[in-house]
């Protein structure tokens, strides 16, 4: 069992910037693939960014390329995610998620086995 924990989530101004962590219970984060996904009021869920278990292979989605960085560090058991120039329709609630069983970096939901609990980030313009 993993237990993840999202923090860093808040109202910031259009353009602004935020960090998202992901901290992990257990001593298996390394092999676990991550991932970032969000929802917005009355949207699906939707793939944001994933990262490999070594962190050498990165995904990301075309709404947030270049704009957003996804990072970990194993040694601490986190992941974090770099919010730049933040656009209002980034405005979502955002899960961090692990996935055993999904390729280097998965970008579908269903490839992931353990989520948190979703920390908001608000867009302001």
């Known amino acids: 069992q993993v237990h993840l924990v999202e923090s860093g989530g808040g109202l910031v101004q259009a353009g602004g910037s935020l960090r998202l962590s992901c901290a992990t219970s257990?001593?298996?984060?390394?092999?676990?693939?991550m991932g970032w996904f969000r929802q917005a009021p009355g949207k699906e869920r939707e793939f944001v960014t994933a990262?490999?278990?070594?962190?050498?292979?990165?995904g990301y989605a075309d709404s947030v390329k270049g704009r957003f960085t996804i990072s970990r560090d194993n040694a601490k058991n986190t992941v974090y995610l770099q919010m730049n120039s933040l656009k209002p329709e980034d405005t979502a609630v955002y899960y961090c998620?692990?996935?055993?069983?999904?390729?280097?970096?998965?970008?579908?939901?269903?490839?992931?086995?353990?989520w948190g609990q979703g920390t908001q980030v608000t867009v302001s313009s």
């Open positions: 998620a692990a996935s055993s069983i999904g390729t280097a970096a998965p970008t579908t939901s269903a490839a992931y086995n353990y």
């Open positions: 257990g001593r298996t984060f390394g092999t676990y693939a």
């Open positions: 990262i490999s278990r070594s962190g050498r292979i990165t």
